[in-house]
């Protein structure tokens, strides 16, 4: 069964700067795409970037990069230039191969505060 | 453009009562439709998906049924609610056939008391 974990509870930086959200996942799919989403206190859900499993090359979408590490099954975010409306919780999540049941599976989160 | 409409915003319901949340689409026709859970603090759980009109297959079983009873309608009810049923509930959609991230509606947010 597919898995994903989020190490990282919650992540405080000083707006401005680079940081790193951490995501590992478990599959026995050889192809399986792989998102990542925010959500404000609100609790609007929102799509930042994806990666399918067999491009090389990490997305980059505005200032969301990933960090896409195949053979250790883990797919970090990258936020650079951090704002203070950047403060959310990021959410990682899987979907196998198998499109028609859509099936995402999410990690638990990570809560991020930007400070000034 | 599609826009994705979900009602309530929110609900109070005692234990024990019926319930019935709606999620509508428009701007895309055949949409792959699906329903999430989130309980206070935690992570998303998919409960049911829809490829079409009058299809709908359970994930996870939390005694709640779902209906698609046009393209563009998704329903989520039961028809006696527990105390483990409060929680944010979000409706989603992707393109049939495609790898697209599910996009999510604004959710409905149910206490039962």
């Known amino acids: 069964a597919q898995k994903v974990t989020q190490t990282q509870t919650s992540i405080s930086v000083v707006e401005k700067t680079t940081v790193t959200m951490d995501c590992v996942y478990e599959t026995r799919d050889s192809s399986y795409f792989l998102f990542w989403y925010k959500q404000t206190a609100s609790g609007e859900i929102v799509f930042l970037i994806r990666q399918d499993s067999y491009k090389k090359e990490n997305a980059t979408v505005g200032h969301y990069s990933l960090n896409f590490q195949k053979p250790k099954s883990s797919i970090g975010l990258i936020i650079t230039a951090t704002q203070i409306e950047d403060s959310a919780v990021y959410f990682c999540a899987m979907r196998e191969g198998n499109t028609n049941t859509g099936k995402l599976t999410f990690g638990d989160g990570t809560v991020l505060t930007v400070k000034p | 453009a599609q826009t994705i409409h979900q009602w309530p915003v929110a609900e109070i319901k005692a234990v024990g009562s019926p319930l019935s949340l709606g999620c509508t689409i428009k701007g895309k026709s055949s949409p792959n439709l699906y329903w999430y859970w989130q309980a206070t603090g935690g992570t998303l759980q998919q409960l049911f998906y829809s490829i079409t009109v009058g299809q709908v297959e359970s994930v996870v079983q939390l005694n709640l049924s779902a209906s698609r009873p046009k393209d563009d309608q998704f329903i989520l009810s039961t028809e006696k609610l527990l105390l483990s049923h409060s929680g944010f509930y979000l409706c989603?959609?992707?393109?049939?056939?495609?790898?697209?991230?599910?996009?999510f509606g604004e959710g409905t947010r149910l206490s039962v008391l």
């Open positions: 989603a959609w992707s393109l049939a056939g495609d790898n697209q991230a599910p996009l």
